[in-house]
């Protein structure tokens, strides 16, 4: 799948190599029609959701302002009305605990596995970059997609918001006002907040993916993987084990809004992907770099 | 690391290389099997290493750590306080919260706000929650209830009290002036108010001693034990944890006598005694939220507020305390002869009720007994109620004796 290289660079690989690697990585990824539709699905999420407040809401009552009503519903739904910038927190809520990683596991799951099943992985192996490098380059990738994913459920909801809601200065669920451009600032640190909370699933994926030739079987056990940890998640009895859960700490994302911010839950969420990160991504290159590459 | 290796090794085909690279192979897994095991020594010494001892401070007497307490002035804080309450009530789930935070805002959506205060903090009765609170003199405090991307705001700024339940986005208001100064201190929800209520109950029946020193949100503390001195009290000891500098309770716990976890555990993970900013007590209401006035509830419910309050005042004419200290037992007659029904003689509902009590017999009598881990409370066949942070025994000989 790679681009043919100049024969200089095939005795000593330049950092600059590496870079073009990485480009066509990153092009091979972003032009597949799949991941294309994954990203289309992600956007429309918040046009739904705001469509479907904005009918709510369109006899000018509020959602969820009736009482006992205001428990349901994705976290923030009730202030979208008011504000539109609410609406990029709904959105992120509501695709964070399968949608997100439901297209991360499918983009991880398919890195290695993919080229494995489709007979291309040992022609890039051809390429002297050095099995380490490749799988790294192929990481790099499914973290862009991860952040390219979650600024695209950002941007639609931001987009989506603004079109259908008054915006402006903002109350944080502290109570405190905070302005527009603060806001939008806050906007912007969750987003990187929630695609960094996807690295720990990507990184699994990446080590599934390492394990079988079948692209679809790496996707479907990730996927299954992460369908299993968000159930036992919510299994009172297993309270010991949740905190080493890679989706426990997920929804902590929320206390950015806080005032002042509640730092406790966002470290440790960020603390445990950077672990999975660790253990799954070198147990992916322990097994990649050792593997027989038969296809 | 080099991508020819495994390959080079597989066509070389001699049994001693494909043992060698098998032996590779496996040596590459130590490196997440080593990244997996410094993370798990990590997270099991770091708290260890990071509890550094009991500070060394000065000797003090009880008396001098309680003068303290009572002195203590601190006017300006902002912190972060875990409380886990386990009264070892059945665990009913949305039930219990539900009967709990009970009031006006359970059941019909009319009668009342979410954001009403005396409904929210009523929450803290059970499970593990998370709060915060600032205070700036005793004109401006904020107590935030931190929920899953939510948070239910209490502040209180000069005349006004605001509620804001940013869940449901309702806000409910009040002025000062008409005596809801203080709804924060309805329920007990700071070590300092929890540690006020336990120095009530300081008496003759009491030990009070100094127990050494703590850390506690990384400050250096006196611990203050508070324990009933006569057996028959369900109350093991109260452990409270004084700030040395401000003389300002940091931790309360409160362990039953029957051992276990804590029933009460309330303590600042984080404090700071600087100035809050200013804007933590600005409150605007939201556009589009739904503002409650206090009076407005007030005057919603009237007919069943003021019912109740009369019954229940009525009934209270009727209440005695036995005993002193830590063992008294508050006593009434509910005045329904049979007591409450078994199971034999009250159908479902009685069966029901009567499956949490045991069955007690003594010379008062027979009744069922209503156990907590903390409070028990007694029902006789003559319909008297006993109650108390007692023992069952203490509780069937305050029955015998009252006979």
């Known amino acids: 799948m790679s681009r043919a290289e100049p024969l200089e660079a095939v005795r000593t690989p330049s950092p600059l190599w590496t870079f073009g690697l990485l480009r066509s990585e990153l092009l091979t990824t972003f032009r597949r029609w799949r991941t294309l539709a994954l990203l289309g699905v992600l956007a429309a999420v918040p046009v739904l959701v705001g469509i479907a407040v904005r009918i709510e809401t369109d006899d000018g009552g509020s959602l969820g302002g009736g009482g006992g009503g205001g428990g349901a519903g994705p976290a923030f739904i009730s202030q979208i009305s008011n504000n539109g910038l609410f609406l990029v927190f709904t959105a992120l809520a509501a695709t964070l605990p399968f949608f997100l990683p439901m297209a991360v596991g499918v983009v991880a799951g398919d890195a290695v596995a993919g080229e494995a099943s489709a007979g291309t992985l040992r022609y890039l192996l051809v390429a002297p970059a050095g099995r380490t490098r490749l799988l790294l380059t192929k990481y790099a990738t499914v973290i862009a997609f991860c952040l390219a994913a979650t600024l695209v459920v950002a941007v639609s909801a931001l987009a989506v918001g603004a079109l259908l809601f008054p915006v402006g200065d903002l109350t944080t669920i502290s109570g405190t006002r905070i302005t527009y451009a603060e806001g939008l600032g806050r906007a912007l640190l969750i987003a990187l907040v929630v695609a960094a909370s996807l690295v720990g699933v990507a990184a699994l994926g990446l080590f599934v993916s390492t394990l079988t030739g079948s692209g679809i079987a790496a996707m479907a056990t990730t996927v299954g993987l992460l369908i299993t940890v968000q159930i036992l998640d919510q299994i009172p009895q297993l309270d010991a084990l949740q905190p080493y859960f890679f989706s426990h700490y997920w929804l902590s994302f929320a206390d950015l809004m806080r005032e002042p911010v509640y730092w406790d839950d966002l470290v440790r969420n960020l603390g445990l992907q950077a672990l999975y990160a660790a253990v799954f991504g070198s147990a992916a290159w322990a097994r990649f770099t050792a593997k027989d590459i038969t296809a | 690391m080099a991508p020819y290796e495994a390959d080079d090794n597989k066509t070389a085909g001699e049994g001693e290389d494909l043992r060698a690279s098998r032996r590779r192979r496996a040596a590459r897994y130590v490196v997440p099997v080593t990244v997996m095991g410094v993370a798990a020594a990590t997270i099991g010494l770091v708290p260890a290493l990071a509890d550094s001892g009991d500070p060394d401070l000065p000797e003090i007497t009880a008396q001098q750590l309680i003068e303290k307490i009572a002195e203590s002035d601190v006017q300006q804080l902002s912190g972060t306080v875990r409380i886990s309450t386990d009264l070892g009530l059945p665990d009913l789930g949305g039930l219990e919260s539900g009967l709990l935070s009970g009031g ?300």
């Open chain 2, 104 to 403: 006006p805002a359970a059941g019909d959506e009319d009668a009342g706000s979410s954001a009403d205060p005396s409904a929210k903090l009523t929450e803290l009765v059970s499970g593990t929650h998370t709060l915060r609170v600032a205070a700036d003199g005793p004109d401006r405090q904020k107590l935030s209830l931190l929920e899953d991307a939510a948070e239910y705001s209490l502040i209180h700024d000069g005349k006004d009290v605001w509620g804001y339940d940013s869940r449901s986005n309702e806000v409910y208001h009040a002025t000062a002036s008409e005596g809801a100064d203080q709804p924060a201190k309805e329920v007990p929800a700071t070590p300092k108010d929890l540690t006020d209520q336990a120095l009530k109950a300081v008496d003759d029946t009491t030990s009070v001693t100094v127990d050494g020193t703590a850390q506690v949100a990384g400050r250096d503390a006196y611990r203050l034990v508070i324990k009933p001195k006569q057996s028959g009290s369900t109350v093991g000891a109260i452990s409270v944890a004084v700030d040395a500098k401000t003389g300002m309770p940091l931790k309360f716990t409160l362990t039953p006598a029957s051992g276990g976890a804590a029933v009460v555990d309330a303590g600042f993970t984080q404090v700071s005694f600087a100035k809050p900013a200013a804007s933590t007590f600005d409150f605007t209401p939201p556009e589009g939220a739904k503002v409650t006035e206090a009076d407005e509830t007030a005057a919603k419910g009237p007919e069943r507020g003021q019912k109740s309050e009369q019954d229940l005042a009525k009934e209270l004419d009727g209440l005695k305390v036995i005993g002193e200290g830590w063992n008294s037992v508050a006593t009434f007659d509910t005045g329904d002869r049979g007591g409450l029904p078994t199971a034999s003689a009250g159908g479902d509902l009685g069966g029901f009720l009567g499956s949490f009590g045991d069955q007690v017999k003594g010379d008062f009598g027979s009744g069922t007994v209503f156990k907590t881990r903390l409070v028990n409370a007694l029902i006789t066949q003559d319909g008297e109620l006993y109650v108390g942070a007692v023992t069952e025994d203490a509780l069937v000989k305050a029955a015998d004796a009252a006979k």
